[in-house]
């Protein structure tokens, strides 16, 4: 039968937004984030009311300026729009600052709980955790149920030793 092979595995799970949300310093970084995020939004409300205010004393006086006038209105007002979209992408971008804010305030609380997940898998002779919080995450696996290098073997993909294994 099929099923036979699973029933003698161990498998457990853990809700680790539960278990985060219970961890102080985990609180606490996340307090330090959203503090930190509010006040570079309310920078950025600052620059956007200012580029809006801008764009809107340029179409009230347009008619009234000389084409260079408008010109230089144009090129202030394109400045303000890269200076507002500069500021966002180097605070809230994929590598901006409060990304890497995050990963040197979480990142140790995450790491503290997948130890914890490993020592009590080994402690309960357990063979597998997923996660159940914001999907299945695999966070432990018993190392000899890893068989990517059976999978690599197969797909003729060189292994650790730097050859390629011959195929079956």
Do not use: C, H
Request: proline share 3%.
């Amino acid at each position: 039968m099929i099923g036979l092979p699973l029933a003698a595995q161990k498998i457990g799970y853990v809700d680790s937004d539960l278990i985060l949300g219970k961890m102080p310093e985990y609180k606490s970084a996340q307090k330090q984030l959203d503090d930190l995020a509010a006040t570079w939004q309310s920078e950025a409300n600052t620059l956007q009311t200012k580029l809006d205010q801008m764009y809107k004393d340029f179409k009230s006086e347009e008619l009234l300026l000389s084409s260079d006038q408008k010109r230089s209105r144009e090129d202030a007002i394109v400045t303000k729009e890269k200076e507002l979209f500069k500021f966002r992408e180097d605070k809230f971008g994929q590598t901006g600052e409060l990304f890497k804010k995050r990963e040197e305030l979480i990142k140790p609380v995450q790491d503290k709980l997948y130890d914890a997940v490993q020592k009590v898998a080994k402690q309960e002779g357990l063979d597998f955790i997923f996660d159940k919080a914001g999907g299945v995450l695999m966070l432990y696996a018993n190392q000899k149920f890893d068989k990517t290098f059976e999978v690599m073997d197969e797909l003729g993909i060189p292994t650790e030793t730097g050859t390629t294994p011959e195929k079956k």
